[in-house]
């Protein structure tokens, strides 16, 4: 069968599953009824990025299956294997049945923390697979230390293995493994309440709501961070400048789920809470490496823009930012800027524009565009209408990125 008349025929089925008409999913995806009739017949290929996404997510189907082609060429994460294998070790288990056989030794807390910023310093810096080789030492290491460190230290070692955690999540969500980074999010927070931490709480909140974004579980995303942000913020009378950062997080992960849902008013109103927090914030901070402040602040606006289809909007906001805002090593939030004008670039079918800002994206990080999910789909995208006298780059690029 012809591979748009299958994709068309896909389109359908799903939509009569979850009941919709051709009028009221077309509506969903901002296109007209004969657009999508035309589109189930297999008369006309789904070619938008943006529309792509859209009808994945409302008709809860992978994106993959929009697409001519599955990709079986998609780069993997090697280093997933490896933290799979150590969040499944149980280490010491057989100590914790029979105390008097200890297994395993507690390594330094002085050491664990210096270990837990440099990889998250390397995360930030978009470095995924040094990261993935110091985060299997550094879960087995925390998971010892919060059951055999001394009883005083104890919480101590949870806090870490919570900070562990969420390096755990934020690098697993990043490069394409959203379900094995949901167990890292809830261990971090089962860690957060053992370590008393309230704060730790929300932080893991904050990791989870983006993990949620990426299985499409937008409204329990939505709930989990709205929830967190509300009781950190009844928890005192004034937030302190330590906490301001975490809460305009947690918004800023609410205008993701809310941009993924296509919720234009909910995105108003959380950009709108996360500015007032940035601006009672005065700068931009990385405490518990949230990189918050009224930069991110934007790099979230052109993000919902480009998720929205507002390709000049994004592009308005995203050429006028000043990433030299951000600190120095905040190399994926820069790269995320670049990434986000490239889709809407192509979103007006400037594809040399898009081309050129995946290549700025690729100069600042190889890693992000060889293992993010929107590089990969937006690259096939730009090769199905690849152009080549005004593209030479690209198949290279794509090459690079393992699509072709």
């Known amino acids: 069968m012809d591979a748009r ?52 997510q409302v008709l809860g189907l992978a994106v993959d299956e929009l697409t001519a082609k599955k990709s079986n060429t998609m780069t993997r994460y090697q280093a997933a294997s490896a933290i799979r294998q150590a969040m499944m070790s149980y280490d010491g288990l057989s100590s914790l ?69 969420h390096s755990t999540t934020t690098t697993l969500q990043r490069v394409g493994d959203p379900e094995l980074a ?57 937030p ?14 609410a205008v993701t789920a809310a941009a993924a849902a296509y919720d234009h008013s909910a995105v108003r109103d959380f950009l709108a809470q996360a500015r007032h927090i940035a601006d009672a914030l005065g700068e931009d901070r990385n405490d518990f490496w949230t990189a918050f402040g009224m930069t991110n602040v934007t790099i979230h606006e052109v993000s919902a823009a480009v998720e929205f289809g507002d390709a000049r909007g994004a ?46 994206a690729e100069r600042l990080s190889p890693e992000l565009v060889r293992y993010g999910e929107h590089p990969r789909e937006l690259l096939t995208q730009l090769l199905k209408r690849e152009h080549r006298a005004s593209t030479p780059q690209l198949r290279e690029l794509a090459h690079r990125a393992g699509i072709v």
């Open 5 to 56: 008349k299958e994709i068309g025929q896909r389109i359908a089925r799903a939509r009569r599953r979850r009941g919709l008409s051709q009028t009221v999913l077309s509506g969903l995806v901002g296109r007209s009824e004969s657009w999508l009739s035309q589109v189930e017949r297999g008369q006309r290929a789904v070619d938008n990025h943006t529309v792509i996404n859209a009808l994945a």
């Open 97 to 165: 049945i029979d105390p008097r056989h200890a297994e395993g030794s507690v390594e330094s807390f002085v050491w664990l923390r210096h270990e837990i910023a440099r990889v998250n310093g390397l995360y930030q810096a978009a470095r995924y697979d040094e990261v993935g080789r110091r985060l299997p030492g550094l879960i087995v290491a925390t998971e010892l230390g919060s059951r055999y460190a001394p009883a005083a230290r104890r919480r101590t070692y949870q806090t870490l293995r919570s900070l562990t955690y």
């Open 182 to 238: 949901w167990v890292a999010a809830d261990r971090s927070l089962a860690a957060a309440q053992e370590a008393g931490r309230p704060l730790l709480a929300a932080v893991s909140a904050y990791r989870l709501g983006y993990v949620l974004v990426r299985l499409r579980e937008t409204h329990q995303a939505l709930r989990v961070v709205l929830q967190a942000a509300d009781a950190l913020q009844r928890s005192v009378r004034r």
């Open 240 to 253: 302190t400048s330590r906490m301001l950062p975490v809460i305009g997080g947690l918004y800023l992960g």
């Open 315 to 360: 592009i308005g906001k995203g050429e006028s930012l000043n990433l030299g805002e951000l600190a120095p090593g905040l190399v994926g939030r820069r790269a995320q800027v670049h990434l986000d004008l490239a889709r809407a670039y192509a979103l007006q079918r400037k594809d040399a524009a898009s081309v050129n800002m995946l290549l700025d």
